[in-house]
């Protein structure tokens, strides 16, 4: 059973880091995604990171300020955020998939975590 878990949310204040883990159990390989989902709106891509760790993407409003990792031989996936804004405020959820390339789209993401809050205060 593929298992996800998230952790490292919290209250920050803006212009705060924060750095979110997401450990896989159940599987190994794979790309690996952090979405976000705000109160009142749709789940949305934030980034993602191949099977092999060697490519990134990222949703326009975080490039330069987010920067996704991963440790296969820890089974580990992070998501390091800098100079955060009120507006990155919500639910991070980390989610798997069965190909080793990246996808956008939640519907490509076999595996989700029960997700971690982040509230950024100005």
């Known amino acids: 059973q593929v298992q996800l878990v998230e952790s490292g949310g919290g209250l920050v204040q803006a212009g705060d880091s924060l750095r979110l883990s997401c450990v896989v159990s159940g599987r190994t390989g794979g790309a690996m995604g952090w979405f976000r989902q705000a109160p009142g709106k749709e789940r949305e891509f934030a980034a993602a990171i191949t099977g092999s760790g060697r490519f990134t993407s990222y949703e326009d409003s975080v490039k330069g300020r987010f920067t996704i990792s991963r440790d296969n031989a820890k089974n580990t996936v992070f998501l390091q955020m800098s100079s955060l804004k009120p507006e990155d405020t919500a639910v991070y959820y980390c989610?798997?998939?069965?190909?080793?390339?990246?996808?956008?789209?939640?519907?490509?993401?076999?595996?989700w975590g029960q997700g971690t809050h982040v509230t950024v205060s100005s």
């Open positions: 989610a798997a998939r069965g190909f080793m390339t990246t996808s956008t789209l939640p519907k490509d993401y076999d595996y």
